[in-house]
């Protein structure tokens, strides 16, 4: 069964991110619908969260309808992605990028 990055919330954040991030890691991609480098980057998120779901959690926060989160966080540039570990953020990616280049930063934090 393929595995969606789950859509999050201002006033779930804490729940879906920062608690849950203390099981695994959380991938959290901040974006908005007008954006073009963030719909480029879905499908490569949604291969990784396919690919990786035992060890990592992906959500996607659309910085348009949530504006707290991204304002909280300092997000300047979209797509951002912050990986969240035992919740803190312990790594930010800004821009799309490909898949190698993204699971190579985030490696160190989600093996078993």
């Known amino acids: 069964m393929a595995v969606k990055p789950l859509t999050i919330s201002d006033n779930s954040f804490s729940q879906d991110v920062i ?8 991938l ?3 974006w908005a619908e007008w954006c073009g480098p963030c719909k480029m980057i879905a499908p490569t ?8 779901s035992d060890r990592l959690r992906i959500v996607k ?3 348009d309808e949530n504006p707290q989160t991204a304002r909280n966080l300092g997000i300047m540039g ?3 992605l912050i990986l969240f570990k035992d919740g803190k953020a312990v790594k ?3 821009g799309n990028r490909p898949k ?3 699971l190579a930063q985030i490696e160190q934090f ?3």
């Open 100 to 102: 190698d280049q993204i």
């Open 19 to 26: 608690a849950s991030s203390s099981d695994k890691p959380v």
């Open 78 to 80: 979209i797509p951002t």
């Open 61 to 63: 926060l659309n910085v």
């Open 110 to 112: 989600i093996k078993n």
């Open 28 to 30: 959290v991609d901040f």
């Open 92 to 94: 930010q990616i800004v």
């Open 45 to 52: 998120l949604e291969q990784i969260a396919n690919e990786n």
